[in-house]
């Protein structure tokens, strides 16, 4: 459906009391619901896609 891709999930870094904390919830989150975000977004592109044809 998609390509392969090789990107990395940002994963900031906050120094806080002299003890590092790195935020990685976001990316277990999206590794974790990955099929259906790409359901939900490639239905949403189909949808605006052919909003805009029916409207031309």
Known sequence: MLPAHTAQ?????ITLFGS?????AQCTLA?????????TFA???TLV????VLTA
């Open 9 to 13: 999930c940002p994963q900031p870094s």
């Open 20 to 24: 590092t904390i790195t935020l990685t």
């Open 31 to 39: 590794e974790q619901f990955r099929s259906q975000i790409q359901v």
């Open 49 to 52: 896609s052919l909003f805009i």
């Open 43 to 45: 239905l949403v592109f």
